[in-house]
């Protein structure tokens, strides 16, 4: 355990406050359908993104690759970045779930644009896959947390209308974006086909993922939530951290931003840093120089108690969250110091 950790988002831990939310959430059976607290968070995520429907889900993964179940058949093709979880995190998923191909296209932020995507479209031909889903990212976590604009999502909306492609958000962290951006849930709500977005990242619960979509797209997948043994019976305890989360940790979300711009100006400074990208949400990617290793530089921070992750080579990350006090802060920069 860190004294500061910023290996991720997901470390949080439920706040005193969350814990009685959970204690006092009224349960059922949500495989039955009657947990009170698992419907309460389902509708009202389904609300906020004025989509028809919701499906509580385990985590990150398990949301979106239901989605990718539920939207394809075998032989298709997923276009995505090729920094994308979906491709490169979540235990080669599309291949062993949803028995897909995948072609890749993005910038070195992770944003996807119309003429790339364009690029991937396979001809109606028996040779090749089929082009069924185009999925994006956002935030992009391996891009540095980079945000669509909404005028970029509007234009890939037009692209999968046009080549009959279903548009899936991975928006693990939308909610960053949303706040960092200032848009709209309603709006995300209405442009995609489905999207899944987790509680237990920034926004601090213990665990747990939203799916949304259509009516007909989440009773399918909650056929498939079954399937792979995601159906679970008290759940409104962790519904219960969700709605707390939802309804007290959004608007917060501001501050991890501006403490990793701040990181990002003190790493700036730093003669022994290659490149940081500019942070736009609540993760930070830097770059080491060449006489650096970067294996050694992240333990010699773990023996000071502090934790930050790597997603490859020259991608040192530091996430910022809801556990990260201004004293923590502090000791990350003192230890940046005597490097
Ligand atoms: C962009 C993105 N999508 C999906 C996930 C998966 O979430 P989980 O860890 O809950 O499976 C993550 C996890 O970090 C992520 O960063």
Redesign the pocket.
């Known amino acids: 355990m860190f004294e500061v950790d910023l290996r ?1 988002d ?1 470390v949080t831990r439920p706040s005193q406050a969350m814990l009685n939310a959970m204690i006092s959430s009224p349960v059922g059976d949500d495989v039955w359908g009657d947990d009170p607290t698992v419907l309460k968070l389902e509708a009202m995520v389904a609300e906020r993104f004025g989509t028809e429907k919701a499906l509580f889900c ?5 949301a ?1 690759q239901i989605a990718l179940m539920s939207h394809l058949s075998p032989g298709d093709e997923v276009i995505c970045h090729p920094y994308a ?2 491709y490169n ?2 235990g080669g998923g599309i291949a062993a779930n949803a028995h897909s191909s995948v072609v890749f296209t993005g910038d070195d932020r992770g944003i996807m644009y119309p003429e790339g995507v364009l690029s991937c479209i396979k001809a109606d031909d028996v040779h090749y896959p089929k082009s069924r889903v185009l999925a994006l ?1 956002n ?3 391996k891009g540095g947390g980079t945000c669509y604009e909404w005028e970029e999502i509007e234009a890939l909306r037009a692209v999968a209308n046009a080549q009959g492609l279903t548009f899936h958000l ?1 928006g ?2 939308l909610y960053n974006a949303l706040v960092a951006k200032n848009q709209n849930e309603s709006d995300y709500g209405t442009a995609f086909d489905s999207i ?1 977005i ?1 509680l ?2 920034g926004l601090g619960a213990p665990v747990g ?1 939203v799916l949304l979509g259509s009516e007909e797209f989440i009773y399918h997948s909650r056929r498939i939530r079954k399937r792979i043994g995601g159906g679970w019976r008290q759940a409104g305890l962790l519904a219960g951290a969700a709605i707390y989360a939802l309804e007290n940790n959004v608007d917060r979300l501001a501050e991890d931003h501006a403490a990793a711009k701040d990181m990002a100006e003190f790493l700036g400074q730093q003669s022994w840093v290659k490149n940081v990208v500019a942070p736009e949400t609540n993760i930070l990617i830097f770059g080491l120089n060449e006489d650096m290793d970067q294996e050694a530089f992240i333990a010699a921070l773990a023996e000071k108690g502090i934790g930050i992750s790597q997603m490859g080579p020259g991608k040192c990350r530091m996430v910022f969250h809801l556990d990260i006090t201004p004293a923590g802060i502090q000791k990350v920069k003192e230890a940046l110091a005597s490097i």
Do not use: F, L, M, P
């Open positions: 991720s997901t385990v985590s990150g993964t398990q979106n979880h979906i995190y979540e990212e935030t992009s976590n991975d693990a962290r899944s987790c237990s990242k993922s």
